[in-house]
């Protein structure tokens, strides 16, 4: 089983400065299998990043993803007001099928 | 555009089972290269994802929750279930149903959540 963590707990910056998030992974897994989500409160997450660095559809190219094996990546280039929220990484286990989050990253107000 | 709707009652008492159901509109529930997933949210907590769903009937669980789970498909309704028995406090949350895109080349991941309902087990 593989499992994923994430870092810092908590990034508190400025809008206009750049957010780096990592997620880890125990294993290594394939890149295609990596997503990260954004979650506003009271709101169901929202996709952001398929295959490690594929922005899904309507999202500003202010965020990318990047990375493989076991270290992946979610930049946010200069932080708008909306982005200030918690994102969590996902990855699905190929072969034994399970699906996984990580615990999350929360990009807060300095 | 797809949408997902979930719906059940809000209030299951301790060591009975909590039940959902999530009915999928604007598109077939048949289609695709898609498995059907719940995941849920404790208050304040990270994302759980409990188990999924093919149209086929196929499926897989979370290991953590696979004696207590089952997860159904009715196509003829375009909706899938859950059923989580024997429930503690400890399965109180706000549960979500998703859809999971199986694209090898574009990237797998949730591409459509529901509204998410808040199920509270208490006496």
């Known amino acids: 089983e593989i499992v994923l963590t994430q870092s810092p707990d908590t990034l508190s910056l400025s809008p206009g400065e750049r957010a780096t998030l990592s997620c880890r992974a125990s294993?290594?897994?394939?890149?295609?299998?990596l997503a990260w989500y954004q979650q506003k409160p009271g709101q169901a997450p929202r996709l952001l990043i398929s295959g490690a660095s594929r922005r899904a559809a309507g999202i500003p190219d202010r965020f990318s993803g990047s990375g493989s094996g076991t270290d992946f990546t979610l930049t946010i280039s200069r932080l708008e007001p909306e982005d200030f929220a918690v994102y969590f990484c996902?990855?699905?286990?190929?072969?034994?099928?399970?699906?996984?989050f990580g615990p999350g990253t929360k990009v807060d107000i300095k | 555009q797809v949408q997902l709707q979930e719906s059940g009652p809000g209030l299951v008492k301790p060591s009975e089972t909590l039940s959902l159901t999530c009915s999928v509109s604007?598109?077939?529930?048949?289609?695709?290269?898609?498995?059907w997933s719940w995941i849920r949210q404790p208050a304040g907590k990270g994302l759980e994802w409990i188990g999924r769903i093919h149209a086929s009937g196929g499926t897989n669980y979370n290991p953590s929750l696979d004696s207590r789970l089952t997860i159904s498909v009715d196509t003829s309704k375009n909706q899938f279930s859950l059923k989580l028995n024997s429930v503690t406090a400890a399965d109180t949350a706000v549960y979500y149903c998703?859809?999971?895109?199986?694209?090898?080349?574009?990237?797998?991941?949730?591409?459509?959540w529901g509204q998410g309902t808040m199920v509270t087990v208490s006496s």
């Open positions: 998703a859809r999971y895109a199986l694209h090898q080349l574009a990237g797998s991941a949730f591409d459509i």
């Open positions: 996902q990855q699905f286990g190929g072969g034994s099928r399970i699906i996984a």
């Open positions: 294993q290594s897994l394939s890149s295609s299998y």
């Open positions: 604007g598109g077939s529930i048949s289609s695709g290269s898609y498995h």
